[in-house]
Nanobody, 121 residues
């Protein structure tokens, strides 16, 4: 089995910062892309940022210049540094990992349980 466990959410004032972390554990052969999505009440889940195993990153336009995604391949972790937070960043943040559990198995996406980020205006 594979588990993704997030940490670091919370309540912060607009303009403040938070750092989210996510650790993948269990039966893992290799991890391809890792990323962060978010879902605000009444809205669809949307991509925030992604990072490949080689370190290539992509960001939603709404967070470019404010958020930074990073990963530690040796520890199977991914982090999201969020600066200059805005009220509209309020959402449940989910990490994900596209991984292979064993040689010959197919690439499968796993999700964390989500962590709440609330930005007060």
């Amino acid at each position: 089995q594979v588990q993704l466990v997030e940490s670091g959410g919370g309540l912060v004032q607009a303009g403040g910062s938070l750092r989210l972390s996510c650790a993948a554990s269990g039966s893992i052969f290799s991890i391809n892309t890792m990323g962060w999505y978010r879902q605000a009440p009444g809205k669809q889940r949307e991509l925030v940022a992604g990072i490949s195993s080689g370190g290539m990153t992509n960001y939603a336009d709404s967070v470019k210049g404010r958020f930074t995604i990073s990963r530690d391949n040796a520890k199977n972790t991914v982090s999201l540094q969020m600066n200059s937070l805005k009220f509209e960043d309020t959402a449940v943040y989910y990490c994900n990992a596209d991984l292979i559990q064993r040689v010959g198995s197919r690439l499968t996406r796993y999700w964390g349980q989500g962590t709440q980020v609330t930005v007060s205006s």
